[in-house]
């Protein structure tokens, strides 16, 4: 008989997983999503003005051919390519990314301190015991006041002591002193850092216009709406909201792996406390549409000060005009701002887009005028936007996924494996491929493991 493979989520990991099966011709597989869209993260909404919003920034680059192969399905040539400009706003001023390869824009008092704090590093990365340990011994005292400290605390809602540093790899450039005295001296700017140097975005749809053309050539077999809401693993059963009850043989999870196995009728208690042990943030999206012309050509910018709740800021109208209304940048800019919140750095959902709006002055983002002039003001409430790879993370996984694979589930995608190190897009679309081929042929998981 064949296996029956029932995929929870229609984000990139479980849309993955059935492009996958599609592609190979395995034709008993089923996918329930409980949004009435596909795309999970990677969604994009269009608001009653007429712009188009992100849930969060999401730049389209790649690790992986097979993904690469999808998205030329999905958009044919309806994308742009860009060169990746990033900054930081910082003392006032402006210090293109990564920070600690541009220290020469600093004032310069902050300059002599990040430098001497580089000078007087002491102690090896190796023996850090945590994320805040690592900052430390990696960057130096000023780097670390000035910006990565402030920063991340701002990104991360978690205080950095009970963050493990095994997630670093690409998601942070590290420091060559050597490199950092040669751009001061010679006056280089050193902006090339990253695999996201260059990415791709839609001509029209934003980020989720992706998603929507790879689900196209399966739509039949996705079902929207359908939340879940209990799971037997001894039954392989799963029951919706709607008292619908789906039988499986394989289960490839992307839903939340705290939520998973809370709803799991048989979960040992060890197990829920492993999951219960699991952090994560949740994020507020604000987008604010401006009627005027924006002359700026960055693509992104991180904040690290106080003087505003969101830590990025993107320049949504100079990916596409198409996400303006009209697609007229010359009457309409956007800016795409992201807070997070957690139960350690809360914040004012009601008061949030007026804090942003405020944030943006403060920031000399607007002007006074151009904030009068918002004909836009769209929130997006996240409540689970990044996995925080704390320092417990791996012990609780290493208990918790054996247990559901022993029972038929495979708990993949940015949140069904909660390894924010593999969460970007092309991560976690690739985790429901090379799940679906370890499920049909035994073959090894590769990005689930970092490789």
């Not at 990104?155 to 998601?171: D, F």
Request: glycine share 10%; aromatic share 10%; with cysteine.
């Amino acid at each position: 008989m064949p296996m029956k493979i029932v995929i929870l989520g229609a984000g990139p990991c479980g849309l993955g997983a059935a492009y996958h099966l599609d592609k190979i011709g395995h034709r008993d597989w089923v996918l329930f999503e409980k949004e009435p869209h596909v795309g999970g993260l990677s969604a994009s909404f269009v608001d009653g003005a007429g712009f188009t919003w992100d849930v969060g920034g999401h730049v389209l680059f790649s690790h992986y051919p097979y993904f690469d192969e999808a998205v030329a399905e999905a958009l044919g040539d309806a994308y742009h390519e860009h060169q990746r400009e990033s900054w930081v706003r910082i003392l006032g001023t402006w210090v293109p990314y990564p920070f600690q390869n541009n220290v020469r824009y600093l004032p310069d008092e902050a300059l002599k301190e990040c430098v001497e704090g580089l000078r007087s590093l002491s102690g090896s990365p190796n023996l850090a015991a945590n994320f805040r340990e690592w900052m430390d011994a990696v960057f130096g005292a000023g780097i670390v006041k000035h910006f990565m400290e402030p920063y991340n605390k701002k990104v991360w809602g978690t205080p950095l002591e009970q963050m493990s540093k095994g997630w670093i790899a690409e998601r942070v450039s590290v420091v060559d002193l050597a490199r950092i005295e040669r751009n001061i001296s010679q006056g280089i700017d050193d902006l090339s850092w990253g695999p996201n140097n260059t990415f791709k975005f839609p001509k029209r749809g934003g980020t989720g216009a992706i998603f929507r053309g790879i689900a196209k050539r399966f739509a039949d077999r996705v079902h929207l709406g359908r939340e879940m809401v209990a799971l037997d693993s001894a039954a392989r059963e799963i029951t919706f909201a709607d008292g619908r009850v789906e039988r499986y043989d394989i289960l490839i999870n992307t839903s939340p792996l705290d939520l998973l196995v809370a709803a799991l009728s048989d979960a040992p208690e060890r197990l829920r406390e492993d999951a219960g042990g699991l952090v994560h943030n949740g994020g507020l999206i604000v987008g604010v549409g401006i009627e005027g012309r924006r002359n700026d050509s960055k693509c992104w910018m991180y904040f690290p000060e106080s003087n505003s709740p969101f830590y990025r800021v993107t320049n949504f109208h100079n990916y596409a005009a198409a996400n303006v209304p009209d697609g007229d940048t010359s009457r309409y800019f956007s800016l795409m701002c992201e807070t997070t919140y957690s139960p350690t750095k809360p914040e004012e959902k009601g008061g949030i887009v007026e804090a942003t709006v405020a944030g943006l002055k403060n920031s000399g983002i607007l002007s006074e005028g151009e904030a009068e002039r918002a004909v836009s003001r769209y929130l997006i409430d996240i409540p689970y936007s990044y996995p925080v790879p704390t320092l417990g993370r791996d012990r609780a996984l290493e208990a918790i996924q054996p247990w559901l694979e022993e029972r038929g589930i495979y708990s993949r995608g940015r949140f069904g494996a909660w390894k924010y190190e593999v969460g970007n897009m092309d991560h976690c679309f690739m985790q429901g491929v090379e799940a679906v081929d370890r499920i049909l042929s035994g073959s090894a998981e590769q990005t689930i493991k970092g490789g």
